[in-house]
């Protein structure tokens, strides 16, 4: 009886060790997976403030780039000087080619009616005088608006210059006209026509132009040399005559000089063009294709 009771307790001994034991490994096992996964917990942290360091000496490094070359086009901007240095780029792509392949014909086109893209007057007698610009203008509630009114006033001592900037791709044979109104016509600015004769001769002389002109600096002593005499024109009080036709490339810039012939004292003239009449001075375009 007493061997089958030692036998119990030791085989309950032997149990509670077991079982201790199997506590031990299990807690040993558990440490062992949670140190594991604080190191993979570590590493990945690790591994990601290296990328974000990475990601974000990239971005620096783009922006220090960017900057540079910000600076650098500044710089260049500098250094051109002027918009007025810049190309100006043909707008009709490839149309020089597709014409002169022969395989499309183009249609046709009456005369276009090319007006200044500004006029303003010179005086021989005050060569440092710059006249007003853009007398026509209104306030509204958007601002100044500017009309297409464009002055032609010769006289022995003022003179007109205009610009034309010549677009339209196969209309580059051109005329320049001048068209004056009838006697006694009701126009919307007042006109005077010169009062001894229906007729008057304007010298009529291209000027070195290249480029847009700027209106508000011109003045006789300013002015661009004459580049040749392009014609005398014979103006008619009520109606419009013009030059012999000449090239006029697409894209160029034209300027002309409008001056009374010699000394006349009947050469005296003021009319202003409109958005609803062209008088005065303007171009004429012919088709050249």
């Known amino acids: ?7 119990t307790s030791k085989e309950e001994e032997d149990h509670e060790s077991s079982t201790l034991l199997g506590k031990r490994e299990d807690e040993n096992i558990d440490s062992e997976v949670v140190g594991n996964r604080m190191e993979v917990s570590s590493k990945q942290a ?21 900057f540079i070359l910000v600076i650098r ?33 183009p249609s046709t086109y009456s005369r276009l009616v090319n007006e200044p893209r500004f006029a ?12 007003p610009v853009d ?8 601002g100044f ?30 005329a320049l006209a001048v068209r004056l109104p009838k006697r006694g016509d009701i126009l919307p ?35 661009p040399p004459c580049l040749r005499k392009l014609a005398t024109l014979q103006a008619r009080v009520g109606e419009e005559v013009e030059t012999p036709r000449f090239d006029c490339k697409s894209g160029s810039f034209l300027a002309y000089q409008i001056s009374c012939v010699g000394s006349e004292e009947s050469c005296d003239m003021d009319v ?8 005065g001075f303007y171009i004429n375009q012919y088709q050249t294709l």
């Open 189 to 223: 600015q007042p006109y005077s026509l010169p009062v001894a004769h229906d007729a008057v001769a304007l010298d009529i002389c291209e000027l070195s132009v290249s480029r847009p002109l700027e209106e508000q600096a011109l003045s006789f002593a300013a002015r």
């Open 120 to 131: 303003t007057q010179i005086s021989s007698a005050d060569p440092d005088r710059v006249f």
């Open 1 to 7: 009886m007493n061997d089958m009771l030692r036998d």
């Open 73 to 105: 086009m500044l710089l260049d901007a500098n250094t051109i000087g002027s918009e007025d240095t810049l190309e100006f780029r043909n707008p009709y792509i490839g149309l020089d080619e597709l014409y002169t392949s022969g395989k499309v014909k």
């Open 135 to 142: 007398l026509h203008r209104w306030l509204t509630d958007f």
């Open 46 to 66: 690790k591994l990601g403030y290296y990328i974000s360091a990475a990601l974000i000496s990239i971005l620096l490094l783009i922006d220090m780039i960017a």
């Open 272 to 279: 202003w063009s409109n958005q609803n009449a062209t008088w």
């Open 145 to 174: 608006v500017s009309p297409s009114d464009r002055r032609l006033k010769v006289s022995t001592t003022v003179s007109t210059i205009a610009q034309f900037h010549v677009l339209d791709y196969g209309m580059e044979r051109c």
